[in-house]
């Protein structure tokens, strides 16, 4: 089992900045994937960034450039560091773990980006 507990969310203007933080805790193995989806109203949930224990990275091209995922293995913590945020921004965002087959998710964190 994991648990995950996601921080960091808020509103910011657009054009601002947001760091968001996944800590997770209980059984984390070394092939362990995690990273962040986001949903916004109305819309499916969609990838935002993964990355692996060994610290590959995978990004929707969208987000590129201006989105980072980045992994800190001994704090089984991943933490999502979001830039030149936009209004289409706005989403709960979610961090989940993937491992044996098996996706785990935190509670989500809402992003609000004002124009």
């Known amino acids: 089992q994991v648990q995950l507990v996601e921080s960091g969310g808020g509103l910011v203007q657009a054009g601002g900045s947001l760091r968001l933080s996944c800590a997770a805790s209980g059984s984390i193995f070394s092939d362990t994937v995690m990273g962040w989806y986001r949903q916004a109203p109305g819309k499916q949930r969609e990838l935002v960034a993964s990355i692996t224990r060994r610290g590959m990275k995978n990004y929707v091209d969208s987000m590129k450039g201006r989105f980072t995922i980045s992994r800190d293995n001994a704090k089984n913590t991943v933490y999502l560091q979001m830039n030149s945020l936009k209004p289409e921004d706005t989403a709960v965002y979610y961090c989940?773990?993937?491992?044996?087959?098996?996706?785990?998710w935190g509670q989500g964190t809402q992003v609000t980006v004002s124009s």
């Open positions: 989940y773990a993937h491992q044996f087959g098996v996706d785990y």
